[in-house]
């Protein structure tokens, strides 16, 4: 059996989908994890796991749940990638690791996705060495959903963190990744584009910006999205735009403030509620408006970065996530599973090259870096 035919049967198989998690790269170890993997499991009946770390751990807790006892194959791995290891450490010696052999799984084909709680910037090494860039990707980049005025809920923003430096024709791959996961994600059939920079005057911004702008304009009338030209950071929450595109510092940037924000107005409510026994009464009488608004700013929902561009679907989950914010990194991965993302991005990358349209050559009608 070739490696894509496995790859096939843990996707499609009696319906089911396969996930491969990394049980130990969390700060707190793998009893979130696997706290989260139950609640995964009781909503997403199809959903079945490997996991990789301590088996003798991991047995102890699994069998605690009575809804993962026949749905998890764990797989051994005594290390531990720590979130102070340097990549190139990780990648030379990290063989024997939980995050390891989450990554395998998946090269394997015996798993669709991997979930990992880790260090990023290892996660994000082992990944392009194990699972390999999709050709004509650079550098693959951190997709994130960010809760938005759309009908949907939410837009899509990446780089958010894979690589701090991102030229032109970097921001027109992200733009093109981005119009691909929006469409396999959201259900939107032709995503406007944004590209984040400082003021939306066409004289504003880097360089690099300004090249990419013209690419991704020319892009849009090929690849069939809608490009709205520079967005602020005002936009990112709007209605005017479905995708954002930036590079990986200013993207993890925005994200950790968003999040941050949100916990922080989160705070604010609870506090301002329990101030005095009128304003507790007045949050009885608002209680269910209040659970609907704590819902739709909790960070832990919208918990998972999704790496495109590789070979094969990695979501990273943040590594202080609870078993919210885990379980919510689980059903994002099942539905990546379900939708073949990898194979539906090589196809879009690989029918824009086979007319002449690929993104380098789109870029290099616009001038090179300085």
Known sequence: MTRSDKSELSKTAAGKVVVSVDAMGGDAGPGPVVAGMAIAAKY???????VSGDEEELARLISRRVNLADRCEIRHAEGVVTMDEKPSHVMRHGKGTSMWSAIEA??????SVCVSLGNTGALMALSMVRLRKLAGVNRPAIA??????????????LDAGADIRADSEDLLQYALMGVSYARIGLGLNRPRVGLL?????????????????????????IAEFEFVGYVEGGDMPS??????????FTGNVALKTGEGTATLIREFLRAAFAYSPLSRFAALLAYTSLRRLSKRIDPRRVNGGVFLGLNGSVVK?????????VAAALKLASELGRANLPERLAARLASLDAAGHSPLKIEQRYGTQA
């Open 106 to 111: 998946v090269r394997d084909g015996d798993a």
């Open 44 to 50: 997403n009946p199809d959903l079945r796991f490997t």
């Open 197 to 221: 920079n400082v003021g939306t005057e066409e004289h504003k911004g880097r360089a690099e910006l300004k090249i990419a702008h013209d690419s991704i304009a020319e892009a849009a009338r």
């Open 317 to 325: 989950s943040h590594g202080s996530a609870d078993a919210t914010g």
């Open 239 to 248: 209605d005017r735009v479905d995708v954002i595109v930036t590079d990986g």
């Open 144 to 157: 994130c959903l960010w809760p938005s005025r759309n009908p949907g809920g939410f837009n899509v923003m």
